[in-house]
């Protein structure tokens, strides 16, 4: 470990943004499996003309640096929407990625809890961004397998690194592993048939992009509805859906976003689900013009895993068994593409019907990320 001093600066320029955002691919300590970010998308989230979320948040970002080596970067960020809703005095640190030494950890850290302070922030969470849409936590179990799209990929020493520092777990999100069964238990399909056979109910099919395209924000609308108590969720505005959907409509397969709905022909409920890209994200190093779209197509045609990207009930209708439903229509699908397992993403370990129902399907924890938090 070198005695050199550690300097901390605050990112004001376009170039020390660029460092910023790029730093995680050129630590010398990152996880042997690592799996970058598309570039471009990491650029727009720091953009406020790109990113809608940014507006009502302060937000600050520093870099660490050793004699005239980069060896660390966070962001420091106060969700003052969050905060009203919530009637909390909440900061919160992200994007914290470092070479394997604490004391780089603690000089970044210190840095945006001073921050938070001259703000008048009474706690520190994290590691959080601006939603629960982005990679939330540290992953502190699971390292052996790849990251998926839009979440942590630190390296196994960061969480503690955090936990020396004062923090302990808020919250914890675990992934499953769920086989893709030749057949699910009869009661789902009698479930399924029960919901849709009085007309109450129908599944939408979608064959391609441009029918999918007018349910995209009706179904986000719905996740507004939904994820009200979810933790750091804040209702997205339309120019935030917009954007959302603007940013993961070219990667969607529409045969695995399924939605129900009703006489209305309005949604009440969804999964939204695409084969797994992260080896086609490391070949293609995270860029994916002009010729990396080509290694995501790849990997997502030879992909035998297919990853769980979002999904909802309305409110009313939860406990109904249209969990069942969407999952006899995403289980039939991944059957006939020859998928043999599904990545659920994040479950809040808190959220005892959602994890009970993956038991129920087979599924065993293989990944787990953790949310801390301190007083200040």
Known sequence: MSTEKIRVEEVVSTDRLKTFIHLPA??????????????????????????????????????????????????????????????????????????????????????????????????????????????????????????????????????????????????????????????????????????????????????????????????????????????????????????????YMPVLDPAFVKVVADRSNEPVAFVVAMPDMSEGMQKAKGRVFPFGFIHLLLAMRRSKQLDLFLGAVRPDLQGRGLTCLLGVELMRTARQRGFTHIDSHLVLESNTRMRAEVHRLGGSIWKRYRVFGKRL
Not at 178 to 191: F, R
Not at 195 to 224: A, M, Y
Request: proline residues 8%.
């Open 26 to 247: 050129r630590l010398p300590d990152r996880r042997s499996n690592y799996v970058p970010p598309i570039w471009a998308d990491e650029v727009a989230f720091h953009d406020p003309r790109k990113n809608p979320g940014l507006a009502g948040c302060d937000v600050v970002r520093y870099l660490a640096w050793r004699g005239g080596r980069c060896v660390g970067r966070v962001m420091g960020i106060i969700h003052h929407g969050y905060n009203d809703r919530k009637g909390e005095r909440s900061a919160r640190f992200y994007q914290l990625d470092v070479i394997d030494d604490r004391s780089v950890s603690a000089a970044l850290i210190s840095a945006v809890e001073d921050w938070a302070r001259t703000k008048g922030m009474d706690r520190m969470i994290g590691p959080f961004g601006l939603s629960d849409k982005d990679p939330q936590g540290a992953q502190v179990e699971g390292f052996e397998h790849l990251p998926v799209l839009a979440t942590a990929t630190n390296p196994p020493f960061l969480p503690d690194h955090i936990g020396s520092l004062g923090y302990a777990k808020l919250a914890d999100a675990v992934v499953y592993k769920l086989p893709v069964p030749l057949k699910l238990p009869a009661v789902y399909h009698a479930i399924a048939e029960r919901l849709t056979s009085g007309g109450e109910l129908r599944v939408v099919p979608f064959n391609s992009r441009k029918q999918l395209r007018p349910w995209i924000l009706p179904v986000l609308r719905l996740v507004n509805a939904t994820y009200q108590d979810l933790l750091g969720f804040v209702p997205m505005t339309e120019a935030e859906m917009t954007k959302l959907a603007a940013q």
